[in-house]
């Protein structure tokens, strides 16, 4: 099942039902961690980033590997944290939004944090949907803005579209949202210039032999506790077999692969050929309906090759 570009991004729930499945989530729970001196870090927040799990996930990549690819780029937290280690990236998502922010953020930083320090001065609720509405933005750098400031005052940092392709989350509760990040973006726009960035959908790369293939896709789920519906036609069990058999080809190629993805019986299943090594990690989940459930969940790292844990 191949998304169409022409579909809006949306939630697959109302809002109302979201709200309410993740009512016990403390805003401020959700929040940036503080950057390491000169080291780049995630610009924007985003459900299931990878900060937790870095080094799980740096301790199994192969010895070496040529260009370093991830499809799913989303915050971006596993290339920020080993942009010391590769040379040459190739980062993209389906989000036409996102990816022009990482382009602003490489290409003209200055610029977009002189419009994200006039975001923060403006910023109130009013001002907040009053940005919100703007949905028919042209210049790249104020799509930029407008999606770093939303994404840092809004509900969460959720993405989440209407119908219309119009972005539509409430504002969040934060006291004083780091909205311009006038230290971080330049770092973030340093670590960027070794990559490139592009607008496709994950089974339109084209990686060569001994590259490395990063896949975090929306997560499956057995019980609705994982927010990971971010489409309209969401990332059902098909897109799981089809990012499998994608995976499938890019072994035949002879590039390195690696998943992550939840612990489910299907994702298991998927992957229960002898080309796939299954490792599993725990990670914090800060996204559930209970606030009982909301401890260490497993996932699993998935590679095509061997390594030493």
């Not at 080993?82 to 003209?108: E, F, H, M, P």
């Amino acid at each position: 099942m191949t998304q169409s570009r022409e579909e809006p991004l949306i939630l697959d729930m109302p809002f109302d039902e979201a709200i309410e499945r993740f009512a016990h989530v403390n805003p401020r729970q959700v929040k940036d961690e503080p950057a390491e001196y000169g080291k780049a870090t995630p610009f924007i927040k985003w459900a299931g980033g990878k900060r937790s799990v870095v080094n799980d996930l740096t301790a199994r990549f192969p010895k070496t590997f040529n260009k370093y690819w991830e499809p799913f780029v989303g915050g971006g937290a596993l290339f920020f944290g080993i942009q010391g280690l590769i040379k040459d990236a190739v980062l993209s998502d389906a989000n036409l939004d996102l990816t022009i922010t990482y382009n602003a953020v490489k290409r003209d930083p200055v610029a977009l944090i002189r419009k994200l320090e006039a975001h923060a001065k403006k910023h109130n609720e009013t001002y907040y949907y009053r940005v919100r509405s703007q949905h028919d933005l042209q210049d790249p750098l104020d799509v930029a803005a407008r999606f770093i400031y939303l994404n840092k005052t809004c509900f969460n940092g959720l993405y989440r579209v209407n119908n219309k392709g119009e972005f539509n989350v409430p504002i969040g509760g934060y006291d004083k949202p780091d909205i311009a990040q006038a230290d971080n973006i330049p770092l973030c726009s340093t670590a960027l210039q070794k990559t490139q960035i592009e607008y496709r959908e994950f089974d339109t790369i084209q990686p060569s032999p001994g590259d490395l293939v990063y896949c975090d896709p929306p997560y499956h789920s057995t019980n609705g506790a994982s927010f990971t519906k971010y489409t309209k036609l969401a990332f059902g069990e098909q897109d799981q077999e089809r990012l499998r058999d994608f995976a499938v080809g890019l072994h035949r190629s002879g590039v390195n692969v690696i998943l992550s993805n939840a612990d489910t019986p299907l994702i298991r299943s998927l992957y229960k050929a002898p080309t796939w090594h299954i490792g599993m990690v725990k990670v914090p989940r800060q996204i559930n309906s209970n606030p009982d459930g909301r401890g260490p969940v497993d996932e699993l790292i998935i590679t095509n090759y061997t390594t030493e844990e």
